[in-house]
């Protein structure tokens, strides 16, 4: 799996977007983009994936770069509720009990009022 | 709708003594994953059951075991613990058919080992 490079930390003020960025100049054609997110303490959250197209849903957008080296996931309007640790996965989904996510160092965002 | 449930919620143990962990999934997932996150420390994968069968293995110790039963739901064993397998144990499980289906996590078991 490719590896990625996320900022140590970042903060955001209420009710503003939130743009987190991820790296991952080694990732190979079949890889996804995963976000997940883990609010102090608890499980992991999914938050949205991607193969190469923007992709939005209720919680966020993703956006990944034509050469598919980096993306950014954007929290349109941050609550105090999203800080939260956030990790961008990149991996090679497979079915039957091979789709494992490997953590590395995510981001911190701190969202304040 | 219905989440992953994991029990007990929290664990108090002594040293060398052993604990068990249960892990019941999102109904008609058929995968289930352990993670491991000590204190500080981002998730580590410990081991995966897909149909009841271990599927994929990461930096689990010897001295823990698991198994997937007939109705999905996981345990993991733990024996001889120690002061440093005090953590927080997260399940996770995906259903079946699609290859890049998301993960859905539980609120975690915090063992701590004294």
């Known amino acids: 799996d490719a590896k990625t490079t996320q900022p140590t930390s970042m903060d955001c003020a209420e009710g503003r977007a939130a743009n987190l960025p991820c790296n991952h100049s080694?990732?190979?054609?079949?890889?996804?983009v995963y976000w997940y997110r883990q609010i102090h303490s608890q499980g992991p959250q999914y938050i949205i994936h991607g193969l190469k197209n923007n992709e939005t849903n209720e919680m966020a957008s993703l956006i990944i770069t034509e050469d598919r080296k980096s993306s950014t996931l954007i929290l349109p309007h941050a609550t105090l509720r999203d800080t939260a640790v956030y990790y961008c996965?990149?991996?090679?989904?497979?079915?039957?009990?091979?789709?494992?996510?490997?953590f590395g160092a995510g981001t911190r965002l701190a969202v304040h009022p | 709708a219905a989440g992953v449930i994991q029990s007990p919620r929290h664990l108090i143990k002594e040293k060398r003594e052993t604990a068990t962990l249960k892990c019941y999934p999102i109904?008609?997932?058929?995968?289930v994953y352990w993670y491991q996150q000590g204190p500080g420390q981002d998730p580590q994968f410990l081991i995966s059951?897909?149909?009841?069968?271990?599927?994929d293995k990461g930096s689990i110790p010897d001295r823990f075991s698991a198994q997937q039963f007939s109705d999905y739901h996981s345990e993991l064993n733990m024996s001889s613990l120690e002061l440093g397998d005090s953590a927080l144990y997260f399940c996770a499980s995906s259903p079946p058919g699609q290859s890049n289906e998301k993960l859905f996590f539980g609120s975690g078991t915090q063992l701590s080992v004294l």
């Open positions: 059951f897909y149909e009841k069968m271990q599927s």
């Open positions: 109904p008609r997932h058929d995968t």
């Open positions: 080694t990732i190979s054609g079949n890889e996804y």
């Open positions: 996965i990149v991996r090679v989904p497979f079915s039957g009990g091979y789709n494992k996510l490997i």
